[in-house]
């Protein structure tokens, strides 16, 4: 922990005999115990000659996104999307005012839409996500993230992302360190936004995959979604996708609830020295609050699996500093 802890001390420049002061690469993580194993992990695994180095090529690190790198309450974000677009393509589908589930949504009344089920989240999914091109889509979240508010918190939702998070995706490719997003999202979704949002870029970004298919219109290569899905990225999903499309097992693998279970536990079962951490939302005050039993990013059997195995618990509330960046897109 020692060399950690020497990131962000004061030290003496060898050379002119001026002082200088070591930058702390994780500003907005306090400095508890979990910022200071996570400095001593990338230290030790990048040090030649320590046991636990590894070459750059095996520095492999995997995210969840909705409640790891972002927001995730009150409803994940892709489907408020899904809601505002039903909304929007109202005037094209007249029949919908009068169809479930999509009454509901246009009525936007609380009380329906609470009781919308996951066959008709689904069915509102499928709408507005697929039977376009993938142009189509794209300009479509573009627009979405561009305009949209959080319906409590009130600030666009790119500006959702968590300040410290940003800090250590930075850190970790500073120290050659390659970051991947492993996501139950829709993979175009999250490539709508997170290159911007992470400095990830979208051929790091895995996630669910609907059905594609290519054609060509008017003499030009389309590529149209298909409503069915070739792969659902979560649970199981997410170490089948790392497999697919990294090849390796991630050495650090970060997630916030159950859906991040098998992540986790494909990334444990590793040779070598391995990082698994899990964010607990504990902060009800700059926040949110919850786990055993929330109906959104519940953390109850992984939470029970990373007390078993030794994983690292991130409290919200003692390990951040700060939660949002402090930025022009956080204002009302």
Known sequence: MLAGLALWSLAACASGGTATTEVDPLPSWNPTPVKYALVDFVERVITEGDPRYLPPGER?????????????????FEVLFALDRVR?????????????????????DPERLARLSQADLVKIIAVTHTGMTEQAFEADTKEW????????????????????????????????????????????????????????????????????????????????????????????????????????????????SDGDL???????????????????????????AYDRQSHVGRLDKAWDEAKKRGWTVVSMKNDFATIFPATPANDD
Not at 90 to 104: C, F, G, L, M
Not at 263 to 274: K, V
């Open 60 to 76: 492999i690190a995997t995210f969840d996104n909705d409640g790891t790198l972002w927001a995730e309450q009150p409803i994940y």
């Open 88 to 108: 929007a393509m109202e005037a094209d589908h007249p029949e919908w005012r009068t169809e479930e589930p999509y009454a509901s949504v246009i009525a936007n």
């Open 145 to 256: 993230f561009a305009t949209a508010r959080h319906p409590t918190l009130q600030k666009p939702f790119p500006a959702l992302v968590y300040q410290p998070q940003l800090e250590l995706l930075d850190y970790l490719r500073a120290h050659g360190f390659e970051t991947f997003i492993v996501s139950g999202g829709e993979v175009d979704f999250i490539r709508a936004f997170a290159p911007e949002a992470y400095g990830i870029p979208p051929e790091q970004i895995m996630g669910t995959t609907l059905g594609y298919r290519f054609q060509e219109v008017d003499g030009q290569p389309v590529i149209d979604r298909l409503p069915e899905v070739m792969i659902n990225g979560d649970n199981v999903g997410k170490p089948v996708n790392i497999h697919l499309h990294i090849g390796k097992k991630p050495v650090l693998a970060f997630g916030n």
């Open 262 to 288: 098998q992540m986790l536990q494909y990334a444990d079962s590793g040779d070598g020295p391995r990082m698994m951490l899990l964010l607990h939302h504990d902060d009800a005050e700059r926040e949110f």
